[in-house]
Nanobody
Framework: QVQVVESGGGLVQAGGSLRLSCTAS????????MGWFRQAPGKEREGVSV????????AYVDSVKDRFTITRDNDKATVFLHMSSLKPEDTAMYYCAVMRTRYTFSAALRETDFTYWGRGTQVTVSS
């Protein structure tokens, strides 16, 4: 049984930083690309970032480029989202997900490319 658990969210002032973590179990973690998504109140969920199986390739939505960095530690089956220069518009529930197909990477950040989602961690950025 695959489990995906996010942590690290919280309340931060604009300009601040947070690091989100996501641990996945019940699968061979290093076989899968991993992604981060977010959903703000009243808005659709959007893709934020994705990282390939060994971390060599990453992609970001334009709104977070140069502010967010995705990394992973395969020994700990964990993917991280390092967020800096946070803005109020980054406020959202952040979700981690496993790419549906092993040994593949897509920069498209499509929800349908992912399976096994966590329950999310809330990030709130105050102005």
């Amino acid at each position: 049984q695959v489990q995906v658990v996010e942590s690290g969210g919280g309340l931060v002032q604009a300009g601040g930083s947070l690091r989100l973590s996501c641990t996945a179990s019940g699968l061979t973690f290093a076989d899968y690309s991993m992604g981060w998504f977010r959903q703000a109140p009243g808005k659709e969920r959007e893709g934020v970032s994705v990282i390939s199986q060994y971390g060599g390739t990453t992609a970001y939505v334009d709104s977070v480029k140069d502010r967010f960095t995705i990394t992973r530690d395969n020994d700990k089956a964990t993917v991280f989202l390092h967020m800096s220069s946070l803005k109020p518009e980054d406020t959202a529930m952040y979700y981690c997900a496993v790419m549906r197909t092993r040994y593949t990477f897509s920069a498209a950040l499509r929800e349908t490319d992912f399976t096994y989602w966590g329950r999310g961690t809330q990030v709130t950025v105050s102005s």
